[in-house]
């Protein structure tokens, strides 16, 4: 089983409630979710400790697409997000933990995920 941490800081001038919003409503992750050169589709979102979300990414040149999906662990409103996720792809196995820390800043919110 791979350790691996991957950390992504960024600060953005939004709200943290707003970032928070953006990270739990499904039209808002279909959005701004997907890498460039993909569209995003949210097939299921129950945002609450113990709900579930599934969603897929399609490929604009090749139409082909994945989907991934997890299990809310932590909710603190504007504040932390912790989730699962997981790949329907038998290629990409095992199970990933992802924390989003928000802190308000002069300039907007701090964001951390890790």
Excluded at 45 to 59: C, E, I
């Amino acid at each position: 089983m791979s350790t691996n941490i991957v950390r992504l800081h960024r600060v953005l001038r939004a709200t943290p409630e707003r970032i928070y919003r953006a990270f739990l409503e499904a039209d808002a992750m279909a959005k701004w979710l997907p890498p460039n050169g993909f569209t995003g589709k949210v097939h299921h979102l129950d945002a609450k400790v113990g709900g579930t979300y599934k969603m897929s990414f399609t490929n604009f040149a090749t139409g082909r697409s994945h989907s991934f999906g997890g299990k809310y662990l932590e909710l603190v409103p504007s504040e932390r997000i912790r989730h699962t996720d997981k790949f329907d792809d038998p290629n990409l196995p095992g199970e990933l933990q992802t924390t989003v820390s928000l802190k308000k800043v002069s300039c907007g919110t701090e964001v951390n995920v890790v």
